[in-house]
């Protein structure tokens, strides 16, 4: 059994900052890359930004600049450090871990966590 737990969301004002934090526990094995996810009411889920376990990184156009993904291989944890937030970064945000179990990665998705920016 794997979890990701997400936590690190609010409500801030336009300009501030937010770091969300995905910790997966459980039979893990080894987790690939990483990544979060957001969706804004009456839109589809997108990509926010994704890790590799290597560390490569890359990011939707609408955050390079502001947000930075960042992992601790030792604890499982992937994280989100978000700056400058915009009123349109209002959504839930969900983390992703490719975790391998025995020799089988699986998808796993974490609950999510509101971010509300206020303008």
């Known amino acids: 059994q794997v979890q990701l737990v997400e936590s690190g969301g609010g409500l801030v004002q336009a300009g501030g900052s937010l770091r969300l934090s995905c910790a997966a526990s459980?039979?893990?094995?080894?987790?690939?890359?990483m990544g979060w996810y957001r969706q804004a009411p009456g839109k589809q889920r997108e990509l926010v930004a994704a890790?590799?376990?290597?560390?490569?990184?890359n990011y939707a156009d609408s955050v390079k600049g502001r947000f930075t993904i960042s992992r601790d291989n030792a604890k499982n944890t992937v994280y989100l450090q978000m700056n400058s937030l915009k009123p349109e970064d209002t959504a839930v945000y969900y983390c992703h871990g490719g975790v391998v179990v025995t020799a089988i990665s699986y998808d796993y998705w974490g609950q999510g966590t509101q971010v509300t920016v206020s303008s």
């Open positions: 459980g039979s893990i094995f080894s987790i690939n890359a």
């Open positions: 890790i590799t376990s290597g560390g490569s990184t």
